[in-house]
């Protein structure tokens, strides 16, 4: 049995040891609790939007979480990035996973996109990033990981099909929604390629600073800018500040960081399940058992995926 030495009368494990430790049990925790947090966005989102319109919504949201995070920074006072560069990296990030994802799929959303088949939508950008990660990030997907990547795919659609009612024509909505995936797998290698190191804090503000001084003059030019402040809207702006916005998107970026991209954006495959899994249990949605079939089969490529990195 390894003894820890004892040192000025106090005894444990070292300090570096004991940070090792919790960030390796935060990595084992981090893939779950993201997908938990991510998957309930598009149901939230979509009923929040029902008191609100998509870039008015997006602005609150955003101005919000910056209001919360200044105090926080100017408390803690973190460690800045030490060149130009890297903050411009951190921008570029924020406005390709703020502005680019998260507000042309709330515009698809608020044009009668369904939350099932913006999240189907949003399950494909693993295989953009499988297809881009050799060239951008340097990184090589075997054979293994594109039979996991296909399987996913094919099990992410299998349950939306199954689950969802595709009644949405295919119109500026759905190429919102489309747009909005691209956004995200090019923040994902964007970040693998040009690895910043940066304070959670730091991080957080800049991307919703950037956030929001891109969405907030589309609102005002182009919403009505009203909004209906039910007890649904303030419990899902609410939701949507804390679960959706600073705890998944941290979880996203410490994932990023210390895996390959195209492991880390495989987890998308299994938000439309779980996305499914939160209709059924918090509205009664129909989980058929076609869907829970799909739902297995997205779960085992998921794990090829992983098996393979």
Not at 4 to 18: E, I, K, L
Request: aromatic share 10%.
């Amino acid at each position: 049995m390894m003894r820890w030495r004892r040192m000025g009368g106090v005894s444990g494990p070292p300090a570096a040891t004991r940070g090792r430790f919790q960030a390796d049990l935060l990595a084992g925790l981090a893939p779950l609790i993201f997908l938990l947090l991510w998957s309930s966005g598009f149901g939230v989102a979509k009923a929040g939007l029902r008191h609100a319109e998509p870039l008015t919504f997006l602005s609150l949201r955003y101005g919000i979480i910056v209001l919360l995070f200044l105090p926080i920074f100017l408390i803690l006072r973190p460690r800045l990035p030490a060149t130009r560069k890297a903050w411009l990296h951190i921008a570029v990030v924020g406005f390709l996973i703020q502005s680019v994802y998260f507000g042309l799929a709330w515009i698809g959303l608020g044009l009668g996109v369904s939350a099932g088949v913006a999240a189907v939508i949003s399950s494909t950008q693993p295989l953009l990033v499988a297809l881009m990660a050799p060239r951008i990030a340097k990184e090589r997907v075997g054979a293994l990981r594109w039979v996991g990547l296909l399987l996913g795919a094919a099990g992410a659609v299998i349950v939306i099909a199954a689950s969802a009612s595709f009644s949405t024509d295919l119109d500026i909505g759905i190429l919102c929604c489309a747009v909005a995936t691209l956004g995200m797998a090019g923040g994902t290698l964007y970040q693998k390629r040009f690895v910043t190191e940066a304070h959670p804090v730091v991080v957080n503000l800049v991307h919703y600073a950037v956030g929001f001084v891109t969405i907030a003059p589309l609102a005002l030019g182009f919403d009505s800018m009203k909004i209906d402040w039910t007890p649904d809207f303030i419990l899902s702006l609410g939701w949507i500040v804390a679960a959706n916005s600073v705890l998944a998107i941290s979880l996203l970026l410490f994932m990023i960081n210390r895996s390959e991209a195209s492991r880390i954006s495989a987890l998308f495959f299994l938000v439309p399940p779980m996305a499914a899994l939160f209709g059924w249990l918090l509205l009664g949605e129909t989980l058929t058992l076609t869907a829970c079939a799909g739902m297995a089969i997205a779960v085992a490529g998921v794990w090829l995926v992983s098996r393979s990195a």
